[in-house]
């Protein structure tokens, strides 16, 4: 991949898991340019030394934000570990990130585990290697209901 732009978003019973993530790749992540929700940036900035663009918290809509960036071409990456264990107020929010994720076929983490092996890939290294845009020119070119008749 020519840049790598990873959004690193953790709830908060993840952040200690997110913050010792972070600290054992710091080395990685010196190539990568980071971006995150406003408290999930913070912490991973004190704990690495490293600069983190920082979007609004979470429940303040920063997970929206990093799913427009995402929609834009601006984030090629996402490591978000949710907490599968409780509900939040911004529920709506963080499956609507989770769903651009998916739409815009970006590599996205949820695990550690997936996330060990996501930075472990030598595809990171691969110039040539490109994400696959989706083709939605069908979709936005289809006739809705109304056009029809
Ligand atoms: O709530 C979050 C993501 O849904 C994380 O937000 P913070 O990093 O600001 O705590």
């Not at 570990?81 to 815009?104: C, G, Q, T």
């Not at 550690?112 to 990171?124: F, P, Q």
Request: aromatic share 8%.
């Amino acid at each position: 991949m020519k840049q790598i732009n990873v959004a690193m978003v953790a709830h908060d019973n993840k952040k200690a898991e997110m913050i010792e993530w972070v600290k054992t790749h710091q080395d990685k992540f010196k190539t990568f340019n980071l971006f995150g929700t406003g408290t999930t940036g913070r912490l991973i900035e004190e704990a690495i030394g490293q600069k983190v663009h920082r979007y609004l918290s979470g429940p303040l809509g920063g997970d929206q934000q990093i799913g427009a960036a995402i929609s834009q071409g601006e984030i090629n990456m996402l490591i978000f570990f949710w907490d599968p264990l409780e509900s939040l107020p911004h529920d709506p929010d963080i499956k609507a990130l989770l769903r651009l994720a998916a739409v815009w076929n970006i590599p996205l983490a949820c695990t550690v585990s997936s996330a060990d092996l996501m930075i472990h890939s030598t595809l990171l290294q691969d110039t040539s290697y490109e994400i696959k845009q989706p083709d939605y020119s069908q979709y936005t070119s289809r006739k809705t209901p109304a056009e029809q008749s």
